[in-house]
């Protein structure tokens, strides 16, 4: 497992603008990216990085993410392979519109269609019914962390909904990536680390071939997140990978996760 540098050509520089009021234009990927992002509210941050470079996708494939939210981590995917395709759904019409805002701001327009809607009601809506049904190469998703009712909710009402779900929400959003990928397409799913036993229940008859990787804040912690990616349909061994150290004693990234944070590398999970 390494990080990859990409070969694409970096896209178009962003329009830039006046900032409205209650967000804030934030930089991705060493500026790259400029994202407007709500100044209060649920706000995407390098979990949505690394999760973007573990997906393994090719030039011109087809991509879906449950709950783009601004598109951090669409718009980091992206950057790295800009010949893709992008779907993304979400719930709250407020960052489904800045979704396409920032698509618009960097470049990536043309590539990426939200649609505003319930990942939830998406999938008891029958998403075998849809055109897009077990048509998309990679499928991944940040889905909420915490439980209802073992956390303080946020007062914010976008930041808790992006936070919270219920007791069978996570295994919906698993149901959801696992119905949007094509036989031997790949999920990713980055979550809390001691979730990790429930993810791989859920994924368990789903997906094979499951690479974990943890992330840990420093060498000698325990992990804080994982990112879990199975393949649709495989029945290889499941594998637990080194994962990454973000920080190194004085604090600093290191230059593994700079890589991937600063220079848009690929994390190389397969």
Same mark, same amino acid.
């Given at each position: 497992?390494?990080?990859?540098?990409?070969?694409?050509? @970096?896209?178009?520089?962003?329009?830039?603008?006046?900032?409205?009021?209650?967000?804030?234009? %934030?930089?991705?990927?060493?500026?790259? &990216?400029?994202?407007?992002?709500?100044?209060?509210?649920?706000?995407? =941050?390098?979990?949505?990085?690394?999760? *973007?470079? *573990?997906?393994?996708?090719?030039?011109?494939?087809?991509?879906?993410?449950?709950?783009? =939210?601004?598109?951090?981590?669409?718009?980091? &995917?992206? *950057?790295?392979?800009? #010949?893709?395709?992008?779907?993304?759904?979400?719930?709250?019409?407020?960052?489904?519109?800045?979704?396409?805002?920032?698509?618009?701001?960097?470049?990536?327009? %043309?590539?990426?269609?939200?649609?505003h809607s319930d990942v939830k009601e998406a999938l008891r809506k029958d998403l075998a019914s849809m055109p897009s049904h077990?048509?998309?190469? /990679?499928?991944?998703?940040? $889905?909420?962390?915490?439980?209802?009712?073992?956390?303080?909710?946020?007062?914010? &009402?976008?930041?808790?909904?992006?936070?919270?779900?219920? @007791?069978?929400?996570?295994?919906?959003?698993?149901?959801?990536? /696992?119905?949007?990928?094509?036989?031997?397409? #790949?999920? #990713?799913?980055?979550?809390?680390?001691?979730?990790?036993?429930?993810?791989?229940?859920?994924?368990?008859?789903?997906?094979? %071939?499951?690479?974990i990787a943890p992330l840990y804040a420093r060498e000698g912690t325990a992990a804080s997140r994982i990112i879990v990616q +199975?393949?649709? +349909?495989?029945?290889? $061994?499941?594998?637990?990978? $080194? =994962? &990454?150290?973000?920080?190194?004693?004085?604090?600093?990234? #290191?230059?593994?996760?700079?890589a991937i944070l600063r220079d848009g590398m690929a994390w190389r999970l397969r």
């Amino acid at each position: 497992m390494s990080a990859t540098a990409y070969s694409a050509p @970096p896209p178009p520089p962003p329009t830039g603008g006046n900032v409205p009021a209650s967000l804030t234009e %934030d930089g991705f990927l060493d500026g790259r &990216l400029r994202i407007l992002q709500p100044e209060k509210g649920f706000r995407a =941050g390098i979990d949505s990085v690394f999760l *973007a470079a *573990a997906i393994p996708c090719a030039p011109g494939e087809t991509v879906y993410e449950a709950g783009v =939210g601004t598109g951090v981590a669409a718009l980091c &995917l992206l *950057a790295r392979n800009p #010949t893709i395709h992008l779907t993304g759904i979400e719930v709250a019409a407020r960052y489904a519109m800045l979704c396409e805002e920032n698509a618009k701001r960097n470049g990536f327009a %043309d590539n990426i269609r939200v649609i505003h809607s319930d990942v939830k009601e998406a999938l008891r809506k029958d998403l075998a019914s849809m055109p897009s049904h077990g048509s998309f190469s /990679h499928a991944f998703a940040n $889905p909420p962390y915490f439980e209802d009712g073992k956390s303080t909710p946020s007062p914010n &009402l976008l930041k808790a909904q992006a936070h919270a779900f219920g @007791p069978d929400d996570l295994e919906l959003w698993v149901k959801v990536l /696992h119905t949007m990928v094509t036989l031997r397409g #790949t999920v #990713t799913i980055v979550h809390r680390a001691e979730s990790l036993g429930k993810l791989l229940q859920m994924m368990e008859n789903r997906f094979g %071939d499951i690479r974990i990787a943890p992330l840990y804040a420093r060498e000698g912690t325990a992990a804080s997140r994982i990112i879990v990616q +199975g393949v649709k +349909g495989s029945k290889a $061994p499941m594998q637990l990978l $080194p =994962g &990454l150290v973000l920080h190194d004693q004085s604090s600093q990234f #290191t230059p593994e996760a700079e890589a991937i944070l600063r220079d848009g590398m690929a994390w190389r999970l397969r």
